[in-house]
């Protein structure tokens, strides 16, 4: 009985992540407009949230702005990494992270990481933002929302999956 119902509750909770979730987090390292590099090892044993972005999205911003507030209901328990990508530039995402008081990395891909992230092949080139990755402290990708996933972007629900990855 007891081994049934820790394999529903595996399964259901599997059925409850995101599209590109239960997996490894692909590597990189990006550079902010400041040239240091970021790379999601440096944030092994804590959660991690890496937010795909535009500056010139509305609902990014409403989302960075919910980040804000995690980050500071959090403090150092959790690590945020924001990634974009052309048009953006190093003006834009300095503008960007001020106008919104990021106090995390912004950095920027030339797409390769994205794709990485979001499974991006010619069969399925289509990149929607936001997408956010909630990554545990051993790596893995444990859930993922995007820009359909607007109702789960909410700080309440958001801070829900935090306190379920940082056990």
């Known amino acids: 009985m007891k081994i049934g119902f820790i394999a529903l509750a595996t399964a ?8 590109y979730s239960n997996r ?24 991690l949230l890496i937010d795909i972005m535009a500056t010139g999205c509305p609902y990014c ?12 209901k959090y403090g150092d328990k959790l690590a945020i990494i924001s990634v974009v990508t052309a048009p953006d530039n190093f003006q834009t ?6 106008q ?3 106090t995390w990395p912004l950095v920027f891909d030339m797409g390769q990481m994205i794709a990485s992230y979001l499974k991006v092949t010619p069969s399925s080139p289509g990149v929607h933002f936001p997408h956010l990755f909630v990554i545990d402290g051993s790596g893995t990708i444990r859930n993922d929302f995007g ?6 972007l909410t700080a309440a629900r958001l ?9």
């Open 61 to 72: 911003a409403h989302l960075v702005d919910t980040l804000v507030e995690l980050k500071a």
């Open 93 to 98: 995402g300095d503008a960007f992270a001020a």
């Open 24 to 47: 490894r987090a692909p590597g990189f390292s990006l550079t902010d407009s400041h040239y240091q590099q970021h790379d999601p090892q440096d944030y092994r044993g804590k959660v």
């Open 100 to 102: 919104h008081g990021m």
């Open 147 to 152: 820009a359909e996933d607007g109702d789960a």
């Open 12 to 19: 259901l909770s599997l059925l409850a992540a995101g599209d």
């Open 159 to 167: 801070s829900a999956e935090i306190d379920k990855v940082a056990k």
